[in-house]
């Protein structure tokens, strides 16, 4: 079972990137789906979920910048950050649970992709 993220890179403050992360191995219809990320000397942050049937939760500090979403005919999920800033820099990771709620703990979280950096420059 397999979580492989892509899509990060280095942005300017009020850019855009989108995350995908691909799921290989099962089928992840039935899971709830998420981004954590981590910034240098800081801990691990919940970002954003989704639910397999595609209620969504994102932390207050991306609430209207990012956009969560999936899709379940590709094991998909994707993260569309709009209006970065340089606090958003970190390496982002793509999470699933066998569960239908989101969870806001990293432990709560069975699957985990490798990471992808994204950088924001000011």
């Known amino acids: 079972v397999q979580l492989q993220a892509s899509g990060g890179g280095l942005v300017q403050a009020g850019g855009s990137l989108r995350l995908s992360c691909a799921a290989s191995?099962?089928?992840?219809?039935?899971?709830?789906m998420g981004w954590f990320r981590q910034a240098p000397g800081k801990q691990r942050e919940f970002v954003a979920g989704i639910t397999s049937g595609g209620s969504t939760d994102y932390a207050d500090s991306v609430k209207g910048r990012f956009t969560i979403s999936r899709d379940n005919t590709r094991d998909t999920e994707y993260l569309q950050m709009n209006s970065l800033k340089p606090e958003d820099t970190a390496v982002y990771y793509c999470?699933?649970?066998?569960?239908?709620?989101?969870?806001?703990?990293?432990?709560?979280?069975?699957?985990w992709g490798q990471g992808t950096q994204v950088t924001v420059s000011s």
């Open positions: 999470v699933a649970r066998a569960s239908r709620r989101i969870a806001y703990v990293d432990y709560h979280y069975d699957y």
């Open positions: 191995g099962r089928t992840f219809t039935t899971y709830t």
